[in-house]
């Protein structure tokens, strides 16, 4: 019933710049968090980013704070994450999750999407 839809993803070079963007539909579930994923080959799903409801709280995993940053837009059902400075390690599939619960960064996510693929060439 609730369906999340990423784009934007492509291949950049390091040190440069991409948005992804997670398109919401189908929407039931009450004010929640929405966060990022990655997960690169042989490597446990991460978050990198999370949101809360109202935008006045993030979270960001240590290995991309002071390069990316989390936004959403509720009046348009989305959930960006401008990615700067990227490097070869940010390679991997993107994921976009949403939650029922706004009470913890890590965990009780309750929908995914499919995923978009960032390449980052050195």
């Known amino acids: 019933q609730v369906q999340l839809v990423e784009s934007g993803g492509g291949l950049v070079q390091a040190g440069g710049s991409l948005r992804v963007s997670c398109a919401a539909s189908?929407?039931?579930?009450?004010?929640?968090?929405m966060g990022w994923f990655r997960q690169a080959p042989e490597k446990e799903h991460e978050l990198i980013a999370a949101i809360n409801w109202s935008g006045s709280s993030t979270y960001y995993a240590n290995s991309v704070k002071g390069r990316f940053t989390i936004s959403r837009d509720n009046a348009k059902n989305t959930v960006d994450l401008q990615m700067n400075s990227l490097k070869p390690e940010d390679t991997a599939v993107y994921y976009c999750?949403?939650?029922?619960?706004?009470?913890?960064?890590?965990?009780?996510?309750?929908?995914w999407g499919q995923g978009t693929q960032v390449t980052v060439s050195s």
């Open positions: 999750a949403a939650s029922r619960s706004e009470t913890y960064w890590l965990r009780d996510y309750d929908y």
């Open positions: 189908g929407r039931t579930f009450s004010p929640n968090k």
